[in-house]
């Protein structure tokens, strides 16, 4: 990266601070940012000697937090203008504040730019440099900061001052009875105290994809252990850690922390939003008059402004408090990919007139076929806290961050301006976060599918490339061959396929209609996620690192009335203990190309939603019988469906449930197919069939 900070300047100003660094020192700090990944204990003593020399001079801090509880912020009102509002305030405090923040204690050149001693921040959380006596009041300064624009916003920063040689081999223990560091051989010898096993192994942990078994203790194996965690991502491991209790313990690590709490007298009006505060502003919105608490008056204003909205008389009755005049918006950085992609479907649709956001989910839902659904993607990039722990130095640290926000924001757009079109002069679509390596958006439901995909493609195919020489894993060409179900003749599943990422990105798609409670909607795709990245982590132990998505099409909300594990189970009979279930659910990408394959085959062919749903109560009527029985029922049914049985030999059986050169244990019972079960004994059946039908409506021909 060209803009990359230099970080041996930026270390040796917080060592020096308040004085300017001397060349002697910026060659020293160069000297160890720059020494070998796993050094000797004599070499790392010789390189402490050096240092030695500059005793006064070797203690800076870091600084690390962000916002806790976002979720209870951001989705406390069900109204989207409040949630749009309130993603971009804490976006703003916790990007650009942070920055001003540094600023003013640290001048460096344009104050709108941001600051080099800021590594990232970005997705809600921060990492900076600072001279040990500035650092503790620069936490204070955040937390504050959060406090004083969102009022009920939760936050957390804490500071600690490390060693200039811990900057780069992790935190370092000195024996005083042999005054040395505890290094490589002392761990290699205590590993083989069963006393001391377990610890050492919980900390100094072992990557599933390192290529070594977990009681693997030759010294190869645990010499891999130890230098794989002595890093500079030890040292954000401790922050973590030490963020972890403040936000539990809020006296620890700082100056207590004063949450907001405001308490509703009896007699009190609510704030019309939030339902919990106190109201004390009335302000006409629109064309409505509304009673709001401050901190939701400030959500409402916000959002409003980020859409180009008035916003009444808010911003009177917010004064002194106003809306940040640099507030960078979605729509802005939108624009500006449009600008540079000219030849996408999106901006060839673009005419002279201005186009502007949604106002509300109906907008959105207007434009799906069939109308008033909308889809919520939510995904979120797997292990990736794992990850940014094995990076070596804080270069390494800033430019993966910055790639991953990268990717994540051109993967989102890319996916938007293929998929959609504006329509009304209206821009159909709504991001409520992008933040590191998630997402949050709205689309309408019948781009929903084709959308999640896409995104996950961009971006497992653009980190592979762009951080695969910073990933270490053992993976091998047909890692993914061996675990896909789908073995089908679709162009884009077969390229997937044959791809193995280093990071993938697993998300939940939910369709909905868009009156449904928006708290209810991301509850359950909160829980689609969750399913596809246990998929996900299974798949990894199999050295496929690649994403999974799991979906569902809510039609009313009476259809999930508990959970989507007991609907399923009730539904679908998806238990864990069944020997067949009614469901794939949750699909790796490929599998997924592949059902949107199948899908649009079948509307090809133009084939009759009635006998399709007929296939799908044979199944559903024959749930208590054996699996060959009703593959039979199945067979006879597709025998008198002429019109469509070639399709579905092709699209659904040989697709789906053939026996395939990769997959020898699949047995031929469509539309069965039939995997093999941890033990490798026992066979266990499962089918598409009801999860292409609730996907059906939402899959256009055309891709």
């Known amino acids: 990266m060209s803009d990359t900070p230099d970080y041996n300047r930026v270390i040796a100003e917080c060592l020096a601070h308040p004085h300017p660094p001397s060349d002697d020192l910026m060659a020293l700090v160069k000297r160890v940012l720059t020494a070998e990944d796993k050094p000797s204990r004599e070499r790392l003593q010789a390189l402490n000697r050096q240092l030695n020399a500059h005793s006064n001079q070797r203690r800076l801090a870091l600084v690390y937090g962000g916002a806790t509880k976002i979720k209870g912020y951001v989705f406390e009102a069900p109204k989207l203008p409040e949630i749009r509002g309130a993603s971009a305030l804490l976006d703003w405090v916790g990007e650009q504040q942070v920055h001003q923040i540094w600023h003013k204690a640290f001048p460096k050149g344009d104050p709108s730019k941001p600051h080099p001693y800021v590594i990232y921040a970005s997705g809600g959380s921060f990492l900076a440099f600072a001279p040990c006596s500035e650092a503790q009041e620069l936490a204070t300064q955040v937390e504050r900061t959060y406090t004083e624009h969102t009022l009920t916003a939760n936050s957390v920063a804490v500071a600690a001052c490390f060693d200039l040689l811990e900057l780069r081999y992790g935190r370092l223990f000195r024996d005083e009875a042999t005054d040395s560091f505890y ?65 539990d313990e809020r006296a620890s690590h700082g ?74 918006t979605w729509e802005t950085r939108w624009h500006e990919f449009l600008d540079n992609h000219p030849q996408s479907n999106y901006a060839r649709h673009l005419d002279n007139a201005a186009i502007k956001p949604a106002s509300d989910l109906a907008d959105i839902a207007a434009a799906s076929v069939p109308s008033r659904y909308i889809g919520l993607i939510y995904a979120d990039g797997n292990n990736i806290g794992r990850l940014m722990a094995t990076l070596t130095t804080p270069q390494r640290y800033y430019e993966v961050s910055h790639v991953l926000s990268e990717v994540t924001r051109e993967a989102i757009f890319t996916a938007l301006a293929e998929h959609l079109t504006p329509a009304n002069k209206i821009h159909l679509f709504e991001i409520l976060a992008i933040g590191g390596d998630d997402l949050f958006i709205i689309v309408p439901g019948d781009k929903a599918f084709d959308i999640a995909l896409t995104i996950a493609l961009h971006f497992e195919r653009e980190l592979t490339v762009r951080l695969g020489s910073l990933i270490q894993r053992k993976t091998t060409e047909n890692s993914q061959e061996k675990l896909v179900r789908y073995h089908g003749n679709d162009p884009v599943a077969q390229a997937i396929r044959t791809c193995s990422p280093a990071v993938g990105l697993s998300a939940g798609v939910l369709i909905a209609q868009e009156n449904t409670p928006f ?87 133009n084939a009759p939603r009635s006998q399709l749903y007929r296939i799908q109560r044979v199944l559903l009527r024959n749930r208590t019988a054996g699996i060959f029985d009703s593959a039979m029922e199945y067979l006879y049914t597709r025998s008198r469906l002429r019109g469509i049985s070639e399709t579905l030999i092709e699209h659904v059986e040989k697709a789906w449930c053939w026996p395939s050169p990769s997959m020898p244990q699949r047995v031929h019972v469509p539309p069965w197919s039939s995997r093999l079960d941890g033990t490798g004994k026992e066979r266990r059946y499962e089918t598409i069939w009801p999860d292409l039908l609730e996907a059906y409506e939402f899959v256009p021909v055309k891709q």
């Not at 078994?213 to 491991?237: H, M, P």
């Not at 949450?259 to 009335?282: F, G, N, Q, T």
């Not at 509304?290 to 911003?315: F, H, M, N, P, W």
Request: net charge positive; aromatic share 12%; with cysteine.
């Open 183 to 247: 290094w490589v051989e002392d761990f290699i010898r205590d590993c083989q105290d069963a006393n001391k096993w377990a610890e050492l192994e919980q900390y100094y942990y072992l990557h599933k994809d390192s290529g070594f078994a977990a009681n693997d203790k030759s010294e190869i194996a645990l010499k891999w252990r130890f230098f794989n965690r002595k890093t500079f991502g030890e040292l954000v491991t401790v922050l973590a850690t030490m963020f972890h209790r403040r936000r």
């Open 519 to 605: 708290f209810f909607l991301r509850d359950l795709v909160e829980k689609l996620l969750t399913n596809a990245k246990k998929l996900a982590k299974r798949n990894a132990t199999g050295n496929f690192f690649g994403g999974a998505i799991d979906f569902m099409v809510l039609k009313s909300i009476g259809m999930v009335s508990d959970s989507i594990d007991a609907f399923r189970a009730e539904a679908l009979q998806d238990f864990s203990d069944s020997q067949r279930r009614l469901t794939a659910r949750p699909y790796t990408w490929a599998e997924f190309a592949g059902l949107l394959a199948s899908i649009r085959a079948l509307k090809q062919a």
């Open 255 to 328: 100056e207590p922390r004063y949450l907001p709490h405001y308490e509703l007298m009896p007699w009190d009006v609510k704030c019309h939003s939030s339902d919990v505060r106190s109201a004390v502003i009335e302000a006409r919105v629109g064309d409505d008059r509304r009673q709001l608490s401050e901190a939701s008056a400030r959500k409402l204003a916000v959002g409003r402004t980020v859409k180009g909205v008035d916003i009444g008389d808010l911003e009177k009755t917010l004064k002194p408090w106003r809306v940040p005049p640099d507030l960078e």
